[in-house]
């Protein structure tokens, strides 16, 4: 019997209408009430992630968030207009109700200026006046603060924004309250957010209410826009891919949507246009611009034989491509997904940021309560306690706090795909802040990977291309690097090789094979000696060996016939990037499966710290978690393929790949640029993201901390307090748009 298991992907929602960080914490609680449902609810990319939902259940998400009182609709990686439309709906309405509340706050001011500085000049009903030009402001432009505030009441819940309603309602209705009874102050009104108010107008918290809403909106606008800027920054891949491609078929060429495009279609790209997919080129030669994919300053040259990668751009030349990914299997819908998924967990740091934001608004409520009673029973008059309080409420609200890590995981993440560093996880840049040693895999990662033969040499009786025929024949069923370099090197004097029969490959050993009825081993001296062949003779063939060559022996019929010596290059720029991640403060180790003699020496050419040689892929985390237990924190470089237990058993592991599997390496990190500069590059990056987050949240801590005193001493008035809490979110977003100017290494 055959159990088929079926893994459900996480849901992802699209949610709109929320306004703060409660916002998603409602949202995400209201997810969680679903039976088997685990949710995360992203403020900043207003996206949610529901696991644990079957098949055909989306619509209970769908309906538990309506519930709350906000918009949902299912993610589509292929349509993202709908959240785009969403929130540019949000930014137009924001910026009529702003310049609305901006044209009548300022004749409104200006009036009670006058009027206040002049009493002969105020006139029979001035006040109503004012009042008439506050109407529209603490109600249409004031409305989204309301309408959210009237959404969390009915579900018995607060928000940052139910602070700023309660802080423009208390001042409105104050200032209506006086006016209809007759209230006189004591003289200890705030007038313009500045001071005492004159006698008559002292009562009057008109401009308190609509400077308060004046710089709300403004402060939300900002925001919005900046937000939606960090978004563009993070989904800049997803707008590289072309729209429309130009297929061949039957020899006609005919302009379709990118949509139509299959495997093993055949598509012609013209000087300037941007590749439509993956593929290999068919016809053709041209220079490959993939700047905005990898970040590499100057075009390639590519011809016949080589890949191309969707969304990067064919600056001269015509070619013709034939396909072999499509739709989510380019390298370009991987990386931006891999991007997308990155920001939207949530790091360890915003969990505790969300739990501290649920209780600290109603915390606020009561705090301004509690001041305003207090300095009443301390003797100040009613409107002296009641402006105090209004400034406790409105410069407590802790937006800068619930926008100080997404914004920043979200243009970091975003810089750092368009320079072809694909950070999988907050995990990744947590990690990067504690890293003290890097571990570099060499070859595929240090070196090109591509083997060469250097020298052969037989024993005596055994010809040279006999050895190469014997050797090649085994090797012909194998992809190893040893085994491609042997072959290559055969097809040079050999034209037709032996059938092989029972053919091993041992990783890390070697391989074994029967060829024209002779048993053929190919590998280590360890190896040989285990299969039971003489290696005495091996010693005389290792005399003229050159000590940065790779050693191979070859045995027919157990007797020893011969060695190849074979070298890989080292990459260009690998020295400098050594040379950078010491100048960051970290220490370097070289880990390898080859000979301690071929270590030493590329360790020596490069100027790495510690060689760790002839460590089977097996054993390579076993060498990771060592250096852990003697307090290391350890970054693993590896190629991601013969690399992925080290990779993942690693504190940061960062995978050096090629070709279009990225979102199968078990990295934290994936470097897609082939110049190794990118490796300090990643960590770098990595840092400074961290680094912002931490200053955003230093700054929005520090904000709340420091103001809330200031205000419950009665120091700071309601209308600078409604300033600089709606400066302190911009500024947070601000802040975290400076990791959209990080430049990769010269």
């Known amino acids: 019997m055959t159990l088929t298991t079926h893994v459900v992907e996480p849901l992802q929602l699209d949610v709109s209408g929320m306004t703060c960080a409660a916002c998603a914490g409602r949202v995400e609680r209201a997810l969680n009430k679903i039976e088997g449902v685990t949710a995360s609810v992203n403020y900043a990319t207003e996206r949610a992630i529901v696991s644990g939902l079957g098949t055909g259940r989306a619509s209970e998400a769908l309906e538990q968030i309506q519930k709350a009182g906000y918009g949902a609709r299912i993610h589509d990686d292929a349509d993202d207009a709908w959240s785009k439309r969403a929130t ?3 930014i137009t309405s924001l910026r009529r109700r702003l310049i609305l509340a901006a044209m009548l706050t300022v004749p409104l001011m200006d009036i009670t200026i006058v009027l206040a500085l002049v009493p002969n000049w105020r006139f029979p009903g001035w006040e109503w006046l004012c009042v008439a030009l506050a109407v529209p402001i603490v109600t249409w432009a004031a409305w989204p603060f309301h309408k959210a505030t009237l959404r969390n009441l009915r579900h018995g819940d607060v928000s940052m924004d139910t602070l700023v309603s309660l802080g423009i309602a208390a001042s409105f209705g104050w200032s209506v309250v006086t006016l209809l009874f007759g209230i006189e102050g004591s003289g200890g009104g705030y007038w313009l957010g500045i001071g005492a108010t004159p006698e008559g107008a002292n009562a009057i918290y008109l401009d308190v209410a609509a400077g308060m809403t004046t710089f709300q909106l403004a402060g939300r606008y900002f925001e919005t826009r900046s937000r939606r800027k960090a978004g563009d920054v993070l989904g800049a891949l997803s707008e590289l891919a072309a729209t429309h491609v130009r297929i061949q078929r039957d020899g006609i060429e005919e302009i379709r949507p990118a949509a139509e495009l299959r495997v093993d279609d055949v598509f012609i790209v013209l000087p300037g246009e941007t590749f439509p997919a993956d593929g290999a080129i068919i016809a053709g030669s041209a220079d490959i ?24 751009i064919s600056t001269n030349g015509r070619l013709e491509v034939r396909t072999s990914s499509v739709g989510a299997h380019t390298q370009l819908a991987q990386m931006a997904a891999l991007a997308e998924q990155a920001q939207a967990r949530k790091a360890r740091v915003q969990t505790l940021v969300d739990r501290i934001t649920r209780y600290f608004v109603p915390g606020v409520i009561v705090l301004a309560i509690l001041v305003t009673v207090g300095w009443m029973l301390a003797g100040r008059s009613f409107e002296e306690a009641f402006g105090i309080g209004i400034s406790t409420l409105i410069i407590a609200c802790p937006c800068a706090l619930g926008l100080a890590t997404p914004t920043a995981l979200m243009v970091g993440i975003g810089r750092g795909a368009s320079l072809g560093i694909l950070v999988k996880g907050q995990d990744a840049l947590e990690a990067s802040g504690t890293i003290t040693t890097v571990v570099l895999d060499k070859t595929g990662t240090l070196t090109t990977g591509e083997m060469t033969v250097r020298s052969i040499a037989t024993v005596p009786g055994v010809a040279e291309h006999e050895l190469l025929r ?16 042997i072959l290559a090197a055969a097809k040079q004097q050999i034209t037709d090789l032996d059938p092989v029969r029972d053919f091993i490959a041992l990783p890390g050993r070697g391989a074994s094979g029967s060829v024209a009825g002779d048993t053929v081993h190919i590998g280590s001296l360890t190896y040989l000696d285990e299969q039971g062949v003489s290696t005495a003779a091996a010693r005389v063939y290792l005399a003229d060996a050159d000590a940065t ?6 045995s027919q019929a157990g007797r020893l016939i011969g060695r190849f010596g074979l070298a890989d290059t080292i990459k260009p720029n690998a020295r400098a990037a050594i040379q950078a991640l010491q100048q960051q403060g970290l220490a370097t180790v070289l880990l390898t499966g ?16 510690r060689v760790s040689a002839e460590v089977l892929p097996a054993e390579k985390a076993d060498a990771i978690r060592e250096l852990q237990a003697a307090g290391e924190r350890v970054a693993m470089v590896g190629d991601g393929i013969n690399d992925a237990v080290a990779l993942a058993a690693a504190d940061l592991g960062l995978a050096v790949v090629s070709g279009t599997d990225i ?41 709340n901390l420091a103001a809330i005193p200031i205000a419950a001493a009665g120091f700071l008035n309601p209308l600078i307090a409604a300033g600089a809490m709606a400066l302190s979110s911009v500024l947070v977003v601000f802040n975290s748009l400076r990791l959209q100017n990080y430049r990769r290494r010269a």
Request: charged letters at 25%; aromatic letters at 4%; hydrophobic letters at 45%.
């Open 663 to 703: 979102a199968l390496k078990s990295a934290d990190i994936i470097l897609v640029r082939e110049d190794l500069a990118v490796i300090p590059e990643a960590i770098e990056l990595s840092r400074r993201t961290l680094r912002t987050i931490r200053v955003n949240l230093g700054w929005a801590f520090g904000y």
């Open 470 to 485: 014997v050797a090649a024949s085994v090797e012909q069923g194998s992809e190893h690097l040893i085994a491609r370099a």
């Open 88 to 90: 540019e709906v949000r």
């Open 594 to 609: 080859d000979s301690r003699a071929v270590a030493e020496e590329i360790a020596g050419t490069l100027g790495i710290d």
């Open 289 to 312: 611009d993939a700047s905005m994919l990898t970040g590499e300053p100057l075009p390639v040259g590519a011809g016949r034989g080589d890949t191309v990668i969707g969304g990067t």
């Open 549 to 554: 060559e790779t050693i191979v022996f070859v």
